[in-house]
């Protein structure tokens, strides 16, 4: 069956600080795809990134980036110099045929930037 | 501007009281989604519909109800029948299902409270 596993609950880092965000996946499908999203206080939850399991080529986005790895079915998330504004709620999602192509979510990962 | 709206901010319901929540996008989304988040856990589906007058039952669908008229909204309806209502409520939009690649975007919530 398909499943998210955000094994980090709550993060603390003081600004300016790289911090890594972990994500592991199960699926038993070749074609799927993740995502990361962040939720910060107000609630709505803001689109980050999309992977596909065909793309394995890391992304950089100014401070952020993702590392992809199929061989231990991880798709971990860096914000390098960390901002207070990035204190947020980070969740990862998965989209494969055992949910119906639906996103299954993973618990999410509170991060508090601290100045 | 381009979005989703979802109203009202915030709702209190007495036991036993059906209540609709609403959700409206105007960007032209075929797909749309209503998810449930509970304290410290990740999002998890309720009902999704891929196209007008059309719907499906996601992973917690019982005690809730959906109608998708138009293209634009989605209203959700949490019926006397669901156990335990209050949880924070998001709605979702895709451009399409296309399998479940497509991200997805988000309002900006509605906490219920049962009294």
């Known amino acids: 069956a398909q499943k998210v596993t955000q094994a980090q609950t709550e993060i603390s880092v003081v600004e300016k600080e790289d911090v890594t965000l972990d994500c592991v996946y199960e699926t038993r499908d070749t074609t799927y795809y993740l995502f990361w999203y962040k939720q910060p206080p107000s609630g709505e939850l803001v689109f980050l990134i999309r992977?596909?399991?065909?793309?394995?080529q890391n992304e950089i986005s100014g401070r952020y980036s993702w590392n992809f790895q199929k061989s231990t079915s991880s798709f971990n998330f860096t914000i390098t110099a960390s901002q207070v504004v990035d204190s947020a709620v980070y969740f990862c999602a998965l989209s494969d045929s055992g949910s119906a192509r639906q996103l299954t979510f993973g618990s999410g990962t509170q991060l508090t930037v601290l100045p | 501007d381009g979005g989703i709206t979802q109203s009202p901010k915030y709702l209190f319901r007495k036991e036993g009281q059906n209540v609709t929540l609403s959700c409206e996008q105007n960007l032209n989304h075929d797909a749309m989604y209503w998810y449930r988040q509970d304290p410290g856990q990740g999002l998890r589906l309720i009902y999704y519909s891929q196209i007008v007058n059309d719907f499906q039952k996601g992973d917690i669908a019982e005690g809730y109800s959906v109608s998708r008229e138009k293209k634009e909204s989605f209203p959700l309806t949490v019926t006397s029948a669901q156990k335990n209502p209050t949880a924070f409520y998001l709605c979702?939009?895709?451009?399409?299902?296309?399998?479940?690649?497509?991200?997805?975007?988000f309002g900006p919530g509605t906490r219920l409270t049962v009294l």
């Open positions: 992977r596909n399991s065909f793309d394995e």
């Open positions: 979702a939009s895709s451009i399409d299902w296309s399998g479940g690649r497509n991200e997805q975007f």
